[in-house]
């Protein structure tokens, strides 16, 4: 589970490794450090004091296979014809996990989880936060 401690531990563990590596492995580095920070401000101006997946981090390592969506997962997806949300669980098969992410502009903090993508009916995209699934 991440912590906004536990975030604050990745930035600090982020800047002192960002001291010895070169120069493509630093710039990596610091945006990690930089999205933990702005990720454990989220949590704190949210009152979230603890999550398995939170924007860019996440302890999910789904494989292209299958897991289940659960009911009432909020939908998004390609097409005219994509439920808002789900009306019963079901299981679908993982084409992508796309990473989360965190921007912080200085005044708003915006965050979006890892969200997990299939192909849906009559061959259009759907996908859902990582949340809203679970491995069978």
Known sequence: ??????????AVDAEIAAQTEDCDQRWSLMRRRDAALATAAWMERNGVTEAANIGPFGNIALPSGKVRVR??????????HVPE?????????????DEGYVFDDG?????????????GRGGY????????????
Do not use: C
Not at 1 to 10: E, K, N, R
Not at 125 to 136: A, G, L, P, Q
């Open 107 to 119: 005044r708003t903090i915006t965050l979006r989880n890892q969200t997990v993508h299939w192909a």
């Open 1 to 10: 589970m991440f912590t906004p401690d536990s975030l604050l531990q990745i």
């Open 71 to 80: 009911k009432g997962a909020p939908l998004r997806g390609t097409g005219n």
């Open 85 to 97: 949300t789900t009306g019963t669980s079901y299981v679908i098969k993982v084409v992508s996990v």
């Open 125 to 136: 995209w759907r996908w859902t936060d990582v949340t809203n699934v679970e491995r069978i």
